[in-house]
């Protein structure tokens, strides 16, 4: 088995960039409505479904343990499982590339002299290109899955890895079958496209020679395949033919059958939104069933092969960057939650049959091919996968580590280097703020700053402070509190970030103004680099050194007694999730994360612990209450702090409408490069469909939103803007 890690010199094919541009562009322009109306309904779907599950956090963690130790114990398994299929007279083959799987399968097919085989859908039978080996050698291969024979007929590779074909409305598809079909039917319903189709499908099931499937999870003790469907027809292609072939990922192994049932729970949850699919099949072949020749053929007995894939996941298994991948269910929810996916799908967001934030790590592991996984560029870190991931992969840190790795293999990382060190940048144009702000918009610096590091001039660039947090601080010379909040004293800090330093000040004056006011003194910290800017990059390095400074500093605060307040989420996020692995401290990380806090947060722990008065928060008496509308940011949503601000402004007795989109779709300097502009924009569409809307049937609405590029999105669109929730609740008080 070839082990060790994927790297930049493994590289043989550097597509050209544009591949990805053209990809997005027409992914906009054609399948966008298609995929956005499909994937927001299943995240719909399972939020609703997840919350009839009572222990689903208990189930999470059951599977990723099971998952860990079944990755760990692998080389185990597949032994394990070879000998107990072969003692019931399976076959079994162990294919180290995807050449050997699929002439294998062609092998067998021509042992049998098989003219049709009929095909559940397989993700991985996508990966070692299974249909093409097959169709050269003069077989007919019949997807039975509606979407894959959607496919099929239009001959488009799949853009999800649950509902392949999830890019086409239903007109394109009545449009596909006239075009393909002789028909006088209207197919203008999804119930007559789905008639037509099972009526064709339902002859192939008939007269095929063979069965391939692959296996949603396979058992080493008891050799038993788990297969969850909604149409049944994997029960015909595992059953009608007398020859039936899996084939299946290594990586799908686990220990026992005995398993099963938590993944049962987890995958129609987090996939479609149901409690359970149509169809849970679990077989443990050959079946002990007799062989029913409704083909006319006259096979005696059933036959099963076993066709275990490896194809790169050993060497996956083997490098750090890439292991976590293997724990992967293909329940998509990480597609169905991502906002870029939401816009463009998998064929802008994925490879030749992995798409998604999960898709990258899969293709650069299953291809060795680097430049393949470059579509892992879409993702922009913005963590909403992570929670909604049943396995809890740290998806971001994934794709960061294929971003590091192709600026490493030589791609052009200027545009990297310039957004990934702004703080450097910040503090030269803080000196003359005034100076820079004229310069940074004028005509001719727009368009070199769009050539140079590819900013798009259509964004309006955040103008710089004329006094930065720390200068105003100082001139404001804040002493201790008036009175203790509650009559406890507490000594806080704000985490001066280098935006809220250099462009952003008026919130984190806002934030000490607020505490101030309730007696509680706010003490700044200088101005520190966190590491997001670098870590968005792909400059790992950089923003591990940043955390581990930062991280140093921050125990020197909480060792005197301090709780730390962050305005800005995404240094939030970094410093209660993503340092942990950069610094390398587990017992550090854990000290620091628990005395940090978002400043809503804070006043809703101290009201709940009996140590503020709500009283001192409400507005002065006879002040009408604006109604709010409140979009929260992306980490705050994956900290579990998404409503925290509707529930203390809920406290005060105001009306808050919360957004219900996943992302902005500004996502920090995502939304500034010109490459990803006009997606940005796309992904903002509905946020922005839904503060009109408000603004339209409620006017004087205020709109809230604590990310810096929240509001920036935001403003674009909108001359009333949005205001951080810390800064509205000092104005009113």
């Known amino acids: 088995m070839k082990t060790g890690t994927i790297h930049p010199r493994d590289v043989a094919d550097k597509s050209p960039k544009e591949n990805l541009a053209r990809a997005i562009d027409f992914a906009l322009d054609i399948e966008s409505a298609a995929v956005r109306h499909n994937t927001q309904t299943f995240n719909a779907n399972r939020y609703a479904a997840i919350e009839r599950l009572d222990d689903y956090e208990a189930l999470k963690d059951r599977a990723r343990a099971i998952k860990e130790e079944s990755i760990r114990r692998l080389p185990e398994l597949v032994e394990i499982l070879t000998r107990t299929v072969r003692s019931r007279g399976g076959h079994v083959v162990y294919a180290r590339t995807k050449d050997e799987a699929s002439v294998y399968v062609r092998e067998i097919c021509r042992a049998h002299a098989v003219n049709l085989a009929v095909k559940a859908k397989s993700i991985t039978s996508e990966e070692i290109e299974l249909n093409r080996v097959l169709e050269a050698d003069g077989i007919e291969v019949a997807e039975s899955d509606l979407a894959e024979f959607i496919l099929q007929i239009s001959k488009e590779q799949p853009s999800h890895i649950v509902t392949p074909a999830i890019h086409r409305s239903r007109e394109r598809i009545s449009e596909l079958f006239k075009s393909h079909f002789r028909t006088d039917r209207p197919l203008d319903t999804g119930e007559e496209l789905t008639e037509f189709a099972r009526d064709i499908l339902r002859q192939k099931f008939l007269s095929a020679d063979i069965g391939i499937s692959g296996a949603n999870l396979v058992s080493a003790e008891e050799g038993a395949l788990l297969l969850v469907e909604s149409e049944g027809n994997i029960r015909l292609t595992t059953t009608l033919p007398a020859v039936h072939v899996a084939v299946v990922g290594i990586e799908k192994i686990i220990p026992s059958r005995a398993e099963f049932g ?52 050993m060497r996956m298994r083997d490098d750090p960057g890439l292991r976590e991948a293997l724990y992967c269910i293909r329940c998509s929810a990480c597609m169905n939650v991502c906002a870029n996916f939401q816009a463009v799908g998998g064929h802008a967001f994925g490879g030749e049959c992995y798409s998604g934030g999960i898709g990258g790590a899969w293709t650069v592991g299953t291809s060795g091919d680097l430049m393949k996984g470059r579509f892992a560029e879409l993702c922009t870190g913005c963590s909403r996968c992570v929670p909604n991931c049943p396995v809890r992969i740290d998806i971001p840190r994934l794709n960061t580590t294929i971003k590091e790795r192709l600026m490493q293999a030589g791609e ?7 957004f990934g060190h702004f703080s450097a940048m910040a503090r030269f144009a803080s000196l003359l703020p005034g100076l820079s702000n004229w310069f940074s918009n004028l005509g001719m610096s727009r368009s070199l700053l769009e050539l140079v590091f590819g900013v798009d001039r259509r964004r309006v660039i955040p103008p710089f402070a004329r006094k930065t947090l720390s200068q105003q601080c100082a001139a404001s010379a804040r002493s201790g509190a008036t009175r203790p909040a509650g009559g406890k004293a507490r000594k806080v800090a ?32 200088r101005v520190m680099e966190d590491g997001r800017a670098a870590l968005s990059q792909g400059l790992v390095e950089t923003a591990a050194r940043s955390a581990r400074n930062a991280a140093g500093l921050l125990e020197t605060i909480v060792d005197d007694g301090y709780d730390l307040l962050f305005t800005e989420p995404s240094v939030l996020a970094m410093v209660r999730h993503d340092s942990r692995v950069l610094i390398g401290n587990d017992a550090l990380f854990e000290k620091v994360r628990a005395h940090c806090f978002d400043p809503i947060e804070y006043l809703n722990r101290m009201i709940d612990a009996g140590e503020l008065d709500i009283q001192l928060l409400k507005p002065c008496a006879g002040r009408e209450k604006a109604p709010l509308f409140y979009h929260g940011h992306c980490q705050m949503k994956s900290l579990g702090l998404g409503m925290d601000t509707p529930r203390l402004f809920r406290r005060l007795d105001f009306i808050v409408d919360v957004s219900t989109v996943e992302c902005c779709g500004m996502a920090g300097s995502f939304g500034y490069k010109k490459q990803y502009y006009e997606l940005s924009k796309n992904v903002g569409r509905d946020l922005g469909s839904q503060i009109g809307k408000r603004l339209s049937s409620s006017p004087g609405t205020v709109v809230l939103a604590s990310g810096t590029s929240c509001r920036e999105q935001i403003g674009a669109d909108f001359k009333e803007g949005a205001v951080h929730p810390v800064e509205f609740l000092d104005s009113i008080l």
Do not use: C, W
């Open 262 to 313: 938590t993944f049962i729970e987890l995958l129609a949850a987090s996939a479609t939104g149901q409690s359970l699919t149509s169809y849970t099949n679990i077989l443990e072949p050959p079946i002990p069933s007799p062989v029913l020749n409704l083909n006319g053929r006259t096979d005696a007995a059933r036959e099963f092969h076993l066709v275990l894939v490896d194809n790169g996941r």
């Open 412 to 418: 052009p990382a200027l545009q990297k280097q310039f």
């Open 494 to 525: 704000l985490f001066t970030d280098v935006y809220t330093q250099y462009n952003n000040p008026r919130v984190g004056m806002a934030a000490i103004s607020l505490f101030g006011k309730l007696g509680i003194s706010v003490a700044p910290t």
